[in-house]
Structures are given as C-alpha cells and as structure tokens.
C-alpha cells in the first residue's frame, strides 16, 4: 500500500496571506511520521529503543577551528536559501565583533556563496583592537567539517536553515533568528537543545510569515532587519555564560 505525507500546503497558504493558522503548531517532522501509523506510533517505538532522535558525530578536531579548550566557541551560520531568511552583513560585523570582544571563539561557516561575505567579515575583524581576535574561516567546508564544527560550538547562530536542522539534531544550544518565515510553519528546529532561543522580529503586529521560502516580505523594513543584532548577540552570550566550565 502507498504511505502519503500530507504536506497542508492550502493551510500554509492560509496561515501567509490571511493569518488563519490551522496548523496548531504541528511540526513537518510529525506530520512524516503520521504516515508509519498504520504500524504503530513512530515516536514511541524510537523512544522504547532508546533512540531519541539526535544524530551523533565522532569526536575529531575541526581543521579549521582555533582551539579553545573551553567550549565557548560561537559558530555563525552565514547562509540562507532567500533573502528575507538571511541574517545582514551589519547584523554579522556586531554579532562578531561582540563576541570576540567578550573573549570568545568565532568560527564562521556557509556555502560558496557566502565566501565573500565571510572574508569581509574577517577583514573587518582584524581591524579591531581586542588583543583575542579568535576568529576563523570555515565556509566553503565539506559538510562533513561543517557538522563537525557545529557539534562543537558553544552555541550556533543561524537563521531558518539547514545549519538551524543540524544543530538541532546535534543537541547545539542556537541562537534562531526568523525573518520572513515562522516556526508556525511547522518547519522550525526540531527537539532542539532546551536552551536555544528563538527571535522573531519586533513588530509591527501585522501578519506573519510574510511567505512560505523567505522569498517575500510585505513590510517596508525587511522583517529578518527588524531582529536587531543586540538581540542576537546577547542571546548568544546569555547561552554561552551557561556552557562556560
């Protein structure tokens, strides 16, 4: 017999262009494994085998990392499939340059595209004064390194992307940060780390996501601007003040 998903793309659409939610906060996860009900309830025969769902990496030391020796290091997800979902290159120089100047790690990760962006970052960043510029480059990685940074990181920043599902599997403590799209799509991080913290933009009230990919936003200033780097960058060191030794 066929096993189908039901995706509920008319009540995503709803939930963009009314604000109807019909959703009720199912994650797109659950709705998969509603199609293994024929057998059982999926999640009670993980948890019965003692599976609980996060993926676990062998512990190497990351190529490109500094070594911290503390678990303090902050790694920045620089990348993001649309526009309305990425975080902004003014937004990153802050975040960076905060907490580094707090005396923390930084290692930066991304795809090809986000290349540039991360050599301006660290050139921006060596111009600094604080004698610890621990800042390293590891966009461009293969995705192997990239998972392995991110399992080590004292917390990951990143918007809604596949760097914000890798962390969650890996149990990363994050820093979410929402621009035009919404957890209330059912696509956010899943069982996350109990301590990730998840921003969404301050007002205006009006109706959000403003699309269903972060393609689109309805508002004169962009809703991913209207998450201010100061929010961002206290969360970060809020979450790293509690994975300190």
């Known amino acids: 017999f066929d096993l189908t998903v039901d995706k509920r793309s008319l009540d995503k659409i709803l939930l963009v262009r009314t604000g109807w939610d019909r959703l009720a906060g199912q994650h797109v996860v659950e709705r998969y494994l509603e199609t293994l009900r024929p057998f059982g309830p999926a999640l009670d025969r993980l948890a019965e085998s003692g599976d609980d769902g996060r993926l676990r990496l062998p512990v190497v030391a990351s190529p490109n990392a500094p070594a911290m020796g503390n678990g303090k290091r902050a790694v920045l997800a620089l990348g993001a499939a649309h526009s309305g979902k990425a975080i902004p290159e003014l937004h990153w120089q802050q975040i960076v340059n905060g ?3 707090a005396g923390h790690g930084v290692h930066l990760i991304g795809g090809p595209e986000e290349v540039a962006l991360a050599d301006r970052l660290v050139a921006e960043a060596s111009h600094g004064t604080t004698a610890n510029r621990s800042l390293s480059n590891g966009v461009g990685d293969t995705w192997s390194d ?5 399992q080590e990181a004292g917390v990951l920043i990143a918007g809604d992307t596949g760097a914000m599902h890798a962390g969650s599997a890996l149990q990363v403590p994050m820093v979410v940060v929402w621009g035009c799209t919404s957890p209330a799509l059912g ?8 301590d990730t913290v998840e921003l969404e933009p301050a007002g205006p009230e009006r109706s959000r996501p403003c699309s269903r990919l972060g393609d689109r936003c309805r508002h004169r200033t962009p809703c991913i601007q209207r998450v201010l780097p100061e929010r961002i960058l206290n969360a970060a060191l809020g979450l790293l003040s509690r994975t300190a030794p």
């Open 99 to 101: 907490l580094l100047d």
């Open 187 to 194: 696509m956010g991080p899943w069982r996350a780390h109990p």
């Open 146 to 150: 990239t998972f392995q940074s991110i």
